[in-house]
């Protein structure tokens, strides 16, 4: 097959090919203020990888950690107060901005922040698999 | 629910006096594990000639660690010093009586990138620093510090520095305070002097950090020149007595009057109170008892005799909309008016949902 044929045909798949979730990443801007996500609903695709990008205005730290009601249940009663890099699990420090990236699987899961009080004061959201 | 008991007694016209008995209580206190340790809060605040006399009382509440506070002020203050030794206790003896009260009691730019230190001064065990700055600069600076900040605390600083820039961070040193011999109880009296033309006592502040069905009750004590007109203006304490069981009344005066004689010569008698005038105060003594969820507002005042006390410094109106120096002013009776609808509001609505039918 000649080169330009061949970007042609590599054109014609990628026109055909069904939008798959797993194949692109789509980030998403959460912001934090006044100890307030800006969103309090996501939605993903099944499989979906999704990019956060989370920006704390606060003069204090936050979280954002996604997992289902038992991760977040560990992480409310956990004594970690930084979160290394991992994904879907970060500290944003006052100020800052820090991004995740986490793939989705079939499940609907909760987001959240677990330093002291945050949890109840209403820092948490749902992501709905649709 | 974490429960809040800060007794707070402010005097106006000798503006202002807050005990807080654990550190927690008096401002927003901060804790390292973000607990809310607030034992009991005394406050005075006083106001005479244009300068508002500020006496705190902070409580020690033992142990090593450290905690503190942070308090917005009305006003760059001149000076902080160590207050006088009986002056909250008077004035809750004045009011509140009991022998088993009062024994209790006596052993107890704004927009600036970073908040300004204008002033740092020690008083017995503890480490007081004035900051100008704002809500954010000031949560940095308290940050950095090693102050812990509950969740509401960003919004409660902006609250605060959209009016004044000025706080007050007041935290114990527990080596100093083991080699003072300071015991859990023993309270150090910080008085702060401020020159405003606009007194409020900050009542907002006393929620931080609390959830917000936690109660909030504080004894507040104002001294003033003439008798003052508050906002939000305070139920009387008949009506205080008519409301549901489970619903808060906010603010009741319980007491209005002439200053006694007796009063003005024991606070004139106690260390730096000597510009207390002998005659011609006027005691007011409201209680606060508020869901800090309720709790969104300050202790306006204006004792000038005009009858007008500021929506602004109260914080139920932002600062453009309603100057107190030129803008529309809202009556006291409106605002009494209000406060009495809501009230009633919300007893009616609790009865028609307990009744499943309307309430007359």
Redesign the interface.
């Known amino acids: 097959m000649r080169p330009r044929l061949f970007a042609v045909a590599l054109v014609a798949l990628a026109a055909c090919a069904p939008a798959s979730a797993s194949t692109s990443v789509r980030t998403v801007a959460i912001g934090i203020h006044y100890s307030a996500f800006s969103l309090d609903a996501i939605d993903v695709e099944p499989g979906e990888t999704v990019r956060f990008v989370v920006t704390n205005t606060d003069p204090i730290d936050h979280e954002f950690i996604i997992g289902d009601q038992a991760v977040q249940v560990a992480h409310e009663l956990g004594t970690e107060a930084f979160h290394p890099p991992r994904p879907g699990e970060i500290t944003i420090p006052a100020g800052e901005t820090v991004s995740t990236t986490f793939t989705f699987g079939e499940r609907d899961l909760l987001f959240g922040c677990h330093l002291p009080g945050h949890y109840v004061f209403g820092m948490r959201g749902t992501v709905d698999v649709v | 629910m974490r429960p809040l008991r800060l007794p707070l007694a402010i005097v106006l016209g000798l503006f202002a006096l807050l005990i807080a008995a654990p550190a927690w209580a008096c401002g927003g206190l901060v804790n390292t594990?973000?607990?809310v340790t607030l034992v009991r809060t005394t406050t005075l605040a006083a106001y005479h000639r244009g300068i508002e006399h500020y006496v705190t009382s902070f409580e020690f509440a033992g142990g090593t660690g450290e905690f503190g506070s942070i308090i917005p002020l009305p006003g760059v203050p001149t000076k902080v010093i160590r207050g006088g030794d009986w002056t909250l206790q008077r004035l809750v003896q004045e009011t509140q009586p009991q022998p088993e009260a009062f024994a209790l009691a006596a052993t107890a730019g704004a927009a600036e990138d970073r908040a300004q230190v204008i002033l740092k001064t020690e008083i017995d065990a503890l480490d007081i620093v004035v900051l100008e700055g704002g809500?954010?600069?000031?949560?940095?600076w308290?940050?950095e510090h090693g102050f812990?900040?509950?969740?509401?605390?960003?919004?409660v600083?902006?609250f605060y520095a959209e009016r004044s820039p000025i706080f007050m961070t007041v935290r114990f040193d527990a080596s100093r305070a083991a080699e003072q011999g300071l015991g859990a109880g023993d309270g150090t009296p910080v008085h702060v002097v401020i020159p405003t033309t606009n007194p409020w006592v900050p009542l907002r502040i006393l929620g931080l950090?609390a959830?917000p069905e936690a109660p909030v009750e504080a004894d507040v004590y104002l001294l003033t020149d003439l008798e003052p007109a508050t906002l939000p203006a305070p139920l009387t304490p008949g009506l205080a007595t008519r409301l549901p069981q489970d619903l808060h009344p906010g603010l009741v005066l319980e007491r209005s009057e002439a200053a006694s004689p007796s009063l003005l010569t024991d606070l004139r008698d106690d260390k730096g109170m000597e510009w207390l005038p002998s005659s011609g105060m006027w005691l007011s003594y409201l209680r606060v008892d508020a869901r800090a969820g309720d709790l969104d507002y300050d202790l306006a005042i204006d004792a000038s005799g005009a009858g007008q006390p500021s929506p602004v410094a109260a914080g139920l109106a932002p600062e453009a909309a309603s100057d107190p120096a030129g803008a529309p002013s809202y009556g006291p009776a409106i605002w009494t008016a209000i406060a009495v609808l809501v009230l009633l509001g919300v007893a009616a609505g609790r009865e028609r949902r307990r009744t499943g039918r309307p309430a007359v």
Do not use: C, I, K, Q
């Open positions: 594990n973000g607990s809500g954010t600069a000031v949560g940095d308290a940050r812990f900040l509950p969740p509401d605390a960003p919004e600083l902006d950090g959830g």
